[in-house]
């Protein structure tokens, strides 16, 4: 059984390698065969020998806290930088502050009401370098995040990007891919025939049949029906085949922005993805939860029971831009669609008040439903 202390050296070794070799055309399949061995032995140095098999019984678990509400998101960042000044902010769920670091040193979780949706905030401890390899409680705290539809990235104001991309690079390094989405490829495990690779959309980013096979061979899949449906980087495909990714959204939050001056808050205005506040003074608040609901494409749907008002006290909330009538059933109950006929529906998706609609029409933020089950 390796020890953590000689994967790390070797991973040192292989990315020494990888600086060294020249990119281009001829050097695609070594640089493919190289960034799998990596990425296998970071694997193995999170989850345990075995890799992500073996990811539920050796690696550290995140905080055990019963996910509640429509949406969680997480609080993420080094400590001190206000994390749970801003949960108290937010949803005035006391947890411990104080000028000197790891003042928290669990998961603090509280709850807030925006648009009629509950949204369970979690203060997560301050997150050090090298917590994907397991310092402080890193690997707690980046498991934790993974369960979250949304992670807010807190930073100070007056030191944001050193802090930033470390914080960057340890999510990366736990599997956790920050505002973007799956990769469309299509990876089909067989029991004979090879290898069948095919390209719906040509690959410029150094991806071919050859690499397919080699990243493939390193993680001993001999038999697969490999079909690439977008343009992808080798460590994307790499990010298929570990098969353990979470696809997350990142909103990065400057706290402590009354400390800096306004010709420093106009560098940070230039940043992508920010939202500027001060969590002491409650500054900025109501435009950091409008990008929240934004981030976390939620919409509010109203139900309406046959012969009475809608109740717009209680809506349902979908994490979906357009989603179906089928998909606000199923987020009622799973057993309604097997009585389902049709269903009245009141709002913007509707031409005329009411329509009615099959399963398949897609509905808008505030829509009024009401459904209509066989008799």
């Not at 990007?161 to 999510?171: G, R």
Request: charged content about 25%.
């Amino acid at each position: 059984m390796s020890d953590p202390a000689s994967i790390e050296k070797k991973i040192e070794e292989l990315e020494n390698e990888m600086a060294r070799t020249q990119k281009n055309k001829a050097t695609n399949y070594h640089l493919g065969t190289l960034k799998a061995k990596i990425a296998k032995l970071k694997s193995e140095l999170i989850n345990g020998p075995g890799g992500k098999s073996a990811g539920t019984k050796n690696a550290e678990r995140g905080f055990d806290v019963t996910k509640s509400g429509d949406t969680r998101i997480g609080l993420v960042g080094f400590p001190s930088v206000g994390k749970s000044t801003l949960l108290t902010s937010l949803t005035g769920t006391r947890s411990e502050a104080a000028a000197y670091e790891f003042t928290t040193l669990t998961c603090i979780p509280g709850t807030m009401k925006y648009k009629g949706a509950r949204i369970q905030v979690l203060d997560l401890p301050g997150i050090i370098e090298g917590a994907a390899g397991g310092r402080g409680r890193g690997r707690q705290v980046i498991s934790t995040a993974r369960t979250c539809n949304l992670i807010l990235i807190v930073l100070d104001s007056g030191k944001p990007v050193t802090h930033k991309k470390i914080i960057e690079q340890e999510l990366f390094g736990f599997g956790i891919r920050i505002n973007q989405v799956p990769p469309k490829v299509k990876l089909v495990k067989k029991e004979q025939g090879g290898i069948g690779y095919q390209e719906a959309v040509p690959q410029t980013k150094g991806m071919n049949a050859e690499v397919c096979r080699l990243i493939c061979k390193e993680y001993k899949i001999s038999c697969a029906e490999v079909i690439l449906r977008e343009d992808i980087t080798t460590d994307q495909f790499i990010d298929v085949v570990e098969g353990n990714r979470s696809y997350i959204p990142v909103l990065y939050v400057f706290n402590k922005i009354d400390a800096i001056t306004i010709e420093e808050l106009d560098i940070l205005d230039q940043m992508p993805n920010y939202v500027p506040i001060s969590s002491q003074h409650k500054w900025n608040l109501e435009e950091l939860m409008e990008e929240v609901w934004h981030r976390c494409s939620m919409i509010r749907i109203y139900t309406k029971p046959q012969g009475q008002t809608p109740d717009y006290d209680g809506p349902v909330i979908l994490h979906s831009k357009n989603p179906t009538v089928e998909e606000f059933c199923n987020r009622l109950h799973k057993g309604i669609m097997a009585n389902f006929n049709y269903a009245w529906v009141w709002g913007r998706s509707a031409k005329h008040q009411p329509q009615r609609c099959g399963k398949e029409h897609l509905l808008m933020d505030e829509d009024i439903v009401q459904i209509v089950k066989k008799v």
